[in-house]
């Protein structure tokens, strides 16, 4: 089956965090919104059957997700990157924030320190500070175009930590950690006795590199997956952590039970479940798709004569692009794209990043994209003419 994704879907008034912020922000009705992690393409068929046919049912009671689905979600990981994740280590949580968030409050005590790299996922920052922890920072250096881990600095960090959040893939940058980078992370990280969580939530958009699980190389890996990147499915608000050993699961479900959380949606298996059973042709396609879109503008820019360069796009559906050419502020970011090219994207201070990056969410349709080159050449090459 060929997936449409060229169609442009109409997202406004649909309750979608993206566009709803368009409306109440009043930004104008050309706006492109590339803010947000979640695709504007179509979910796979499959998916659209199996919602309808639970929501033809007439009894929306409560649901029991503890059986069938952790085995699926096992069986995906385990034949694609061979993690070692088991389903009676599973615990479901509504998302990978929250699961991170209930590991900090399960594994750590307040004043603890938790490493994170910058540029960061702003939700681990807000983790850590509102449960009363430290952010400790690991810098990933940037260096012609590519990021790379400062070793020396993360050692450092290592000595006072209790916790580290592995952003594995690595999101704003895009980068797959490689095998070397993977166990002289873990290696320090097990010589100062840090617990490693890791973030895997982007681990299926991987494009030439290989994903390799954290798991893989240090047993005391605690593993959070979804699909809900994978198949676009955020709305469904599903995750899976899995705990590496008897003791860990425990405390974690003591946490979990203790603020009574039970996770009997009766819609979001039926979905998962169709997604990790019949969705690999989907992601192929949508693989293949977003990519072309990131080529499509490597060239576009090549050939408008644009000084503006991707972190290579190793994973995820978020392009981060370097704009130091044409500012340096967060207030000239914001002049050039949403002042002048009624362009949204997530400027560089969201991540904490001190380089004038954007991430944008490039999972759209080539229309979008083709609007977003002519809009930012026309703007640029006229300032610079």
């Known amino acids: 089956m060929n997936y449409d994704f060229d169609t442009i879907i109409e997202r406004r008034h649909t309750a979608c965090v993206k566009y709803k912020e368009q409306l109440m922000k009043n930004r104008p009705d050309d706006s492109i919104i590339m803010t947000l992690a979640d695709m504007d393409l179509p979910v796979m068929k499959e998916v659209k059957d199996a919602m309808h046919q639970r929501c033809d049912h007439p009894v929306y009671g409560y649901g029991e997700l503890k059986e069938e689905l952790p085995k699926l979600v096992c069986s995906w990981y385990q034949e694609r990157y061979d993690t070692p994740i088991t389903p009676d ?37 807000k983790n850590i500070i509102l449960n009363n922890r430290r952010c400790l920072i690991n810098e990933l250096n940037y260096r012609n175009g590519q990021y790379e881990i400062d ?64 798991a893989t190389f240090q047993d005391s890996v605690i593993t959070i997956v979804s699909g809900s990147k994978t198949f676009n499915l955020q709305g469904l608000e599903t995750s899976f952590i899995f705990l590496p050993d008897k003791k860990m699961l425990a405390d974690y479900q003591h946490t979990v039970a203790a603020i009574s959380y039970m996770n009997n949606q009766c819609f979001s298996e039926a979905g998962f479940k169709a997604a990790y059973q019949h969705g690999d042709e989907w992601l192929n396609q949508a693989k293949e798709y977003v990519y072309g879109n990131y080529m499509y503008m490597i060239n576009y820019f090549q050939q408008h004569h644009l000084k503006l360069s991707f972190s290579p796009l190793e994973a995820t559906f978020l392009a981060w692009l370097d ?7 967060e207030a000239e970011m914001i002049d050039l794209f949403e002042n002048k090219c009624h362009i949204y994207g ?21 229309k979008v994209i083709e609007d977003f080159c002519n809009r930012l050449a026309q703007v640029i090459q006229k300032e610079n003419s």
């Open 89 to 125: 280590s599973c615990v479901i949580t509504p998302s990978v924030n929250t699961a991170i968030a209930w590991c900090i409050q399960t594994f750590t005590k307040p004043g603890d320190g938790i490493l994170i790299q910058n540029p960061s996922y702003s939700p681990f920052r």
């Open 151 to 214: 070793f020396q600095t993360f050692e450092e960090a290592c000595k006072e930590a209790s916790m580290f959040i592995l952003c594995s893939p690595h999101n704003p940058i895009s980068r797959v950690w490689s095998r070397d980078e993977l166990k002289k992370m873990l290696h320090l990280c097990n010589q100062y006795h840090v617990l490693i969580i890791s973030d895997e939530i982007h681990c299926d958009w991987c494009f030439q590199k290989p994903f390799l699980p954290a």
């Open 323 to 329: 704009c130091s050419e044409y500012v340096q502020s």
């Open 346 to 366: 997530n400027t560089f201070t969201h991540f904490d990043c001190k380089h004038p990056f954007i991430r944008l969410n490039i999972g759209v349709s080539r």
